[in-house]
């Protein structure tokens, strides 16, 4: 199937390829023909290639006698009415049928007659009149004149063929792989790919469009992927609340206050989802708005900290911060800075043991503040490092929701650092635990 749409298509680049050299030749014949009857027409003009024996002649001989051997030589001149004048407008040779003119009397020129002067050296050494231009003369005539060029035409001809081979090779294969597979992608076959062959610039499109196709092949995966995880991650709470109202309606459960609380934390669990992931896709097609103000960083970094300090106590978890004496006041929303500082400080609470330490450290230069949340936990895997900020990516694929997040948090996190000209990295540390990086420019 693939092989006849490509086939297909080649047959017709190829054949406007054809087309396109046809209609040159076309023109090139056209305005030849045009200019040749213009030519012909012109009392003026200069002497045509079949008439140039006489000029030659003249030239070799320095007089017209013995002329009549120059017209016994060409076809052309043999074939036509002529007659041969003088400077004088005399007639030199008359090679009229039935002709009654003597050579030396005068001739007038008549109309209807074809004069074709013939000149040497800027001089005019006579004329050349074609009297009775029939068809069979202007045939002859023709054919005389289109030899030399009916030649040259065979030669640009043959050219054209091996240049039309290389075209096909070079252009049109590859031309007709992409527009193949443009239709198929356009089809929904996403895996689609072609191979970079042909000139720079088609080498490039070829690139270009399997950059494009893997584009969308991956957005579409991630798409999929996406409304699964969606589903599965509503499904949970959604099946604990229908539990609970089932058996108190059944009577399996009694309508007490723990009943009815456990199914109201899922609700609230239901509902802290369906805003991450309203926030999240705001921030994705930046139509989040933020309230910029300037904030000192350092002092934002430490209310959020104490934000923590409760729970860190509990798990027995050092939490501090490291900055220095520098000015670390930055133009940004301090409510969504705030928000992203504490996912990924409660991000690093929910996943490192128990008399671990998390610590923040702030550094400033000519251009950039930088944010560094750090932690001694075991880390993440390299393999895992590149699936950090993706949507519902968890450390511990077998943590329960309730204490292992969303698992939109870094991802929220990622969008809303980007969306007000930052960037966010992460990576292991050498001692081991895992480092979030914040970087902001200063201006």
Same mark, same amino acid.
């Given at each position: ?270 509902? #802290? ?127 329960? #929701? ?42």
């Amino acid at each position: 199937m693939r092989h006849s749409s490509v086939h297909n298509i080649r047959i017709r680049l190829l054949t406007l390829l054809i087309r396109a050299f046809a209609l040159v030749l076309f023109l090139s014949l056209f305005f030849f023909l045009a200019v040749f009857s213009y030519f012909l027409s012109s009392p003026s003009t200069n002497l045509p290639a079949p008439f140039s024996a006489l000029q030659g002649y003249y030239i070799g001989h320095g007089s017209w006698e013995g002329a009549a051997s120059a017209f016994e030589a060409n076809e052309i001149l043999k074939s036509l009415n002529t007659i041969l004048l003088d400077e004088e407008q005399c007639i030199i040779l008359d090679n009229r049928p039935d002709s009654v003119s003597t050579v030396g009397s005068s001739y007038e020129i008549k109309h209807g007659d074809i004069v074709f002067p013939i000149n040497v050296q800027g001089e005019n050494v006579g004329t050349l009149i074609v009297t009775s231009f029939s068809v069979e003369s202007r045939l002859s005539l023709v054919r005389g004149v289109m030899f030399p060029a009916s030649v040259v035409s065979s030669i640009l001809a043959l050219f054209l063929v091996v240049v039309a081979i290389l075209l096909i090779r070079r252009y049109v294969n590859p031309l007709a792989d992409v527009i193949y597979a443009a239709r198929a992608v356009a089809d929904g076959k996403l895996d689609t790919r072609i191979s970079s062959e042909g000139p720079q610039d088609l080498r490039s499109l070829s690139d270009s469009f399997n950059e494009m196709a893997s584009s969308l092949e991956r957005n579409d995966r991630e798409r999929r992927e996406m409304f699964a995880d969606i589903a599965h991650e509503l499904r949970t709470p959604l099946t604990v609340i229908r539990g609970r109202l089932e058996g108190i309606v059944d009577g399996i459960y009694s309508a007490d206050g723990g009943q009815v609380s456990l199914a109201l934390e899922q609700t609230y669990l239901l509902e #802290r989802l369906v805003d991450d992931l309203r926030l999240l896709t705001l921030a994705e097609t930046r139509q989040l708005h933020f309230e910029k103000k300037f904030v000192d960083l350092a002092q934002l970094s430490q209310r959020t900290i104490e934000m923590f300090s409760a729970e860190a106590s509990e798990k027995n978890i050092l939490l501090t911060i490291e900055k220095g004496n520098g000015d670390f006041t930055i133009e940004l929303d301090p409510q969504r800075m705030e928000q992203v500082i504490g996912n990924l400080i409660g991000n690093s609470l929910r996943y490192i043991p128990e008399g671990s330490k998390v610590w923040l450290v702030l550094k400033r230069d000519s251009e950039s503040i930088s944010l560094f949340i750090n932690d001694n936990g075991p880390g993440v895997t390299n393999d895992d490092l590149p699936f950090l900020f993706d949507r519902f990516w968890r450390k511990d694929k077998s943590r329960s #929701r309730a204490a292992g997040g969303t698992g939109l948090g870094l991802a929220i996190s990622k969008q809303l650092i980007e969306a007000q000209g930052g960037v966010i990295n992460a990576q292991n540390l050498d001692d081991g635990g895992l480092q979030i990086q914040i970087i902001l420019k200063a201006e």
